[in-house]
């Protein structure tokens, strides 16, 4: 009977740590400490989010999630919809132009 238990959770246990799946996001606009904050805090209570990495200087990050509750369209989205681009995901102009000057292009930015 203890074999059976063990065997039982030992499968169970399997079959849910193979619906994790990693992706790696491609943030190219993120220019600033603000900006790895805002996309962490975008996509991190995200139901099915389990962990978020991002890395400033590499302008990249990697999120680990449950794919039977959330998809990579979705975490983009989420990622877009607060004005930053990700992976092949242009920003949304609207929530671009709310971001703080710091959190900005360069090339948008007008110090005149």
């Keep these: 009977m203890r074999l059976f238990l063990i065997i039982v959770s030992t499968s169970f246990l399997i079959s849910c ?32 989010v389990k962990k978020i990495e991002v890395d400033l200087k590499s302008k990249s990050g990697k999120v680990t999630y449950k794919a039977s509750l959330i998809d990579l369209k ?7 919809s607060i004005g930053y681009d990700v992976n092949d995901k242009v920003a949304d102009p609207d929530a671009y132009e709310k971001l703080e000057i710091c959190c900005k292009k360069p090339k948008d930015v007008d110090l005149d």
Excluded: P, R, Y
């Design 17 to 48: 740590s193979s619906e994790k799946t990693i992706a790696e996001l491609k943030l190219d606009t993120m220019q600033c400490l603000m900006c790895s904050i805002n996309v962490e805090e975008a996509i991190a209570d995200l139901d099915g």
């Design 74 to 80: 979705t975490i983009e989205e989420a990622i877009v």
